[in-house]
């Protein structure tokens, strides 16, 4: 069975607390491991969410301010002293090109495994060679250039079983129509179409650091998870849109608009010693599966969604 989950590292903002480390967040899909935002310490959480150098298939960072970059050295000093048999891909903003290379040449260490580089000039699709999934980056609106990340499956079939069961299909029979598409049974010929129905491709998007924009609600459409930043209150609104920020109230009247079935809100500012507002602000305008991120919990994605029985052949 695939295993899809999001390890959430770190939920801190600018400053990390006693229970929040700067932000950190590992997305398990199938055998890739996409690590957002590596902030301080982020090594050590992986430690204690039980995660390892080698589950790390790609890094991708938003913007090049140091609560979502500066745990990329550790990272990949680690990744290098571990050995890791593959080459990991890593995505950023080009702009912080100058960045990108301080960070990983911050200190002297043997280099051992391979960086496949990608910086990210524009919006679209980004190189991810191997993937069961497209990456795309989206462009946000925050005081440096920052870039969110859509992660999507594409849509397929699954097998009814019950559509074998009544045209009689078993056996060998099933193999040869899955693999070529049809199958000559009891003297006529039965398509995969016949016995298969709409498996929509799960999809995921991680939106950090930005202000409201045109971005934000390309990024959430239609997601099943929606990772997003909700640093202030929407007391704060003003204070958030300064210095390019959402609100928790932000937040999720985006999931709510853009359909989005389970909602995660993170990036946490210090003035907030709970964030039991930042639920109560929420869930007022978002009425689906509301996650408040703690530091090294475990959200699965949600089930794939079934077609409706109308759409049944």
Known sequence: MSQRE?????T???????????????????REGVLFDPGEGTQRQMAYAGVSATDITRVALTHFHGDHC???????????LDRV??????????SGEVYFQRLCNATVYNRTVELRTHPIAASGPVEATGAPFTLTAVPLSHPVEAFGYRIAEPDGHR???????ALGLRGPAVG?????????HQGRTITLDEVTEPRPGQRMA?????????????LASGVDLLVI????????????????????????????????????LTHFSQRYRTLDGHRAEAARHYDGDLVIAEDLTRIPLPPRLRPPTGNAR
Not at 6 to 10: A, D, E, S, W
Not at 176 to 184: A, D, F, H, I
């Open 176 to 184: 040869e129509l899955q693999s070529v598409g049809t199958v000559v």
């Open 159 to 165: 097998i009814v079983p019950e559509r074998l069961r």
């Open 229 to 264: 930043e909700a640093t202030f209150l929407d007391a704060e609104s003003e204070l958030a849109a300064e210095y390019g920020h959402l609100t928790a109230g932000q937040a999720a009247r985006v999931a709510a608009e853009a359909g989005a079935r389970t909602l995660v």
């Open 12 to 30: 801190a903002s600018q400053v990390p607390t006693k229970l929040r480390n700067h932000n950190g967040y590992l997305l398990r899909w199938d």
């Open 70 to 80: 500066l745990g990329l050295p550790g990272i990949v000093q680690r990744i290098n």
């Open 85 to 94: 048999p593959h080459p990991v891909d890593v995505y950023y903003p080009a």
């Open 206 to 218: 991680f939106v950090m650091d930005t202000r409201l924009c045109d971005g934000v609600h390309e």
């Open 6 to 10: 999001l390890i959430v590292l770190g």
